[in-house]
């Protein structure tokens, strides 16, 4: 079923058909300026995720290396498994895209105090560092995706209202146009034969009276 079957007959028609790209027309416009900032916010949230890559890389290379002075010094039994750590992600909304823009993470409280050396201290913050590190990573890296797929969707929809809706109603603007013209036309066509036959707008010839109305 064409957009024509949707629409009044007529004038009516090309006006609601008029309304309508419009409408299409800003919806665009509003889309396109949408894209741009989300696009300008995508490299942003992109370039905080490859530093808080390279940052989380360094912070496990740190810990790593802490983490193997400690087992030297202390020996294995002393790098036991924490308990799992707290995180808490604050969101944000761009351009109705919500994101995670921060976390903040808690760690388990401290083991129990014991004597350890100051390498096995220094593995527990270089862990702790690393755990913090890995969460801001996570955080950037899932907003960046975000901003991704949602300027594919913009992307798609403009594609769809430029590529499809616009064409249609143009096309169907223009159908109704010439439906109106050919109307105009042959309105126009009738009323010359009419003058010319000396007949009246109705039919009946100019000057004279319709049958059983005559005077009396």
Do not use: F, Y
């Amino acid at each position: 079923m064409t957009i024509l079957a949707r629409v009044p007959p007529g004038r009516a028609g090309r006006l609601w058909l008029r309304r309508r790209l419009e409408v299409t027309r800003r919806g665009v416009d509003v889309l396109q300026r949408q894209l741009r900032i989300l696009v300008r916010e995508h490299d942003r949230l992109a370039s905080v995720a490859e530093r808080t890559r390279r940052a989380w890389e360094s912070a496990c290379a740190d810990a790593d290396m802490w983490a193997l002075r400690a087992c030297m010094s202390d020996g294995r039994r002393a790098l036991w498994p924490s308990p799992p750590a707290d995180v808490t992600v604050r969101w944000e909304e761009t351009m109705g895209l919500r994101h995670p823009a921060a976390a903040t993470c808690r760690p388990a409280g401290d083991p129990p105090p014991m004597a350890c050396s100051a390498a096995l201290a220094e593995a527990r913050r270089a862990a702790r560092t690393a755990l913090q590190a890995a969460v801001d990573h996570a955080v950037a890296r899932e907003a960046e995706r975000r901003a991704a797929r949602r300027i594919a969707v913009i992307r798609q929809r403009i594609r769809a209202l430029e590529d499809r809706w616009l064409p249609r109603l143009t096309a169907a603007i223009k159908e109704i146009d010439l439906a109106l013209e050919e109307a105009e036309r042959a309105d126009a066509a009738r009323l010359r034969r009419a003058g010319r036959a000396g007949l009246g707008p109705s039919g009946d010839r100019a000057g004279t009276e319709a049958p059983g109305h005559g005077p009396s």
